[in-house]
């Protein structure tokens, strides 16, 4: 396992509360590695708004690796990280305040998806906050050298309109292996069902809408065992456990 990145078609579905709850629960799914989530949206962080007024400090982010101009080892990457556990499993690469912080990112974003397999190697997997696709600025390189590229969407009509779409679009450029999704549900008004009918997917895993602890993830209030049994970090293990087998899947094609 290595490079996983989230993006939406539509604005607002959910991809930075998927992305911070799949790497919470990722050491819990996989122990024997540690998970990187880098805040690559563009039109601005979702992530460090809640962190600042949580106390958490930045870190380095993404912005002081443009500054350092180059990016290093694997180690290196993680260094200008947050951790968020004491045992320093979990990492946050902190994002941009605005968007005109993106335009001279370019570099960044392709010597980080040219590292995703070195921090593989280190035992760190990636999970990409990329945000909606489409964008000016968009990080191009951690979508065309992502191991698993996994679309996030809602069940409104909009949402799975724009999301079949661009599901048709991503496996014609990067292969129906490379290209997945994830349903973050309120309970209607489609079915998971239905909704995985219409992007011609085997299985569809759910994100349940737990605004509790959605925010208890976006504040960094990330202990008890309210927060621990939550229905988010529930559904985030099932999620997290089906990009590993995706991911063992492309791999078992790949070799054979």
């Known amino acids: 396992m290595s490079l996983f990145t989230l993006c939406s078609a539509t604005g607002a579905p959910g991809v930075t509360t998927t992305a911070l709850a799949l790497g919470w629960v990722w050491p819990l799914v996989h122990p024997d590695r540690r998970n990187l989530v880098v805040d690559a949206d563009v039109s601005g962080s979702g992530i460090l708004p809640g962190y600042t007024q949580a106390g958490v400090p930045a870190g380095g982010g993404v912005l002081a690796l443009a500054a350092a101009r180059r990016v290093g080892t694997a180690e290196e990457i993680v260094e200008h990280a947050v951790a968020l556990d004491p045992d320093a499993r979990r990492f946050v690469l902190t994002g941009l305040s605005a968007t005109a912080q993106a335009r001279p990112l370019g570099p960044v974003w392709q010597s980080l998806a040219d590292a995703a397999p070195s921090l593989g190697a280190a035992s760190t997997d990636v999970l990409v906050d990329l945000g909606r696709l489409g964008h000016r600025y968009e990080p191009t390189p951690l979508i065309e050298q992502a191991d698993t590229l996994v679309v996030v969407l809602g069940s409104t009509l909009a949402s799975v309109t724009a999301a079949v779409e661009a599901v048709r679009a991503l496996r014609g450029s990067r292969g129906p292996s490379q290209t997945a999704a994830l349903l973050v549900s309120d309970g209607g008004p489609y079915s998971a069902r239905e909704i995985a009918a219409e992007l011609e997917v085997d299985r569809l895993p759910v ?50």
């Open 207 to 256: 994100i349940e809408t737990d605004r509790w602890a959605a925010r208890a993830l976006a504040e960094a209030a990330t202990t008890g065992w309210r927060f621990d049994r939550s229905p988010l970090l529930r559904a985030a293990r099932e999620a997290a456990a089906h990009l590993r087998d995706t991911v063992a899947t492309l791999r078992t094609g790949a070799l054979s």
